[in-house]
């Protein structure tokens, strides 16, 4: 599995839209072969800041989720931010207990 953890910071001028486009990715990436997770998150201590967190069965899933139709308005939308965007790509380290230390 691979999990990946995607943080955006919009200009306040495009929030609403980088809002909407985020929104469209996160519903159609919900219909993809291969997506157990895909969560949108918004910032209650950044203005304009929204976190996607994602779970994929493997990596090959993931890289055919970059190449999806609705993937490309992402990559239209880098005007819209404020700074480059960090996206980590993660694998799990199990602690504690299993329900909880795990997306």
């Not at 998150?41 to 779970?55: D, F, G, L, R, W």
Request: with cysteine.
């Amino acid at each position: 599995m691979v999990t990946v953890i995607a943080t955006f910071t919009v200009k306040e001028e495009h929030e609403d839209e980088a809002l909407s486009i985020l929104k469209g990715v996160v519903e159609a990436s919900h219909g993809e072969e291969g997506c157990l997770l895909y969560t949108l998150h918004k910032a209650t201590n950044k203005p304009q800041t929204y976190s996607i967190v994602e779970k994929w069965r493997s990596q090959d899933d993931l890289h055919a989720h970059f190449g999806q139709p609705h993937m490309q308005p992402m990559t239209q939308a880098v005007d819209m931010l404020a700074e480059p965007p960090r996206i980590l790509f993660c694998e799990p380290v199990s602690v504690g207990d299993e329900s909880k230390g795990q997306l």
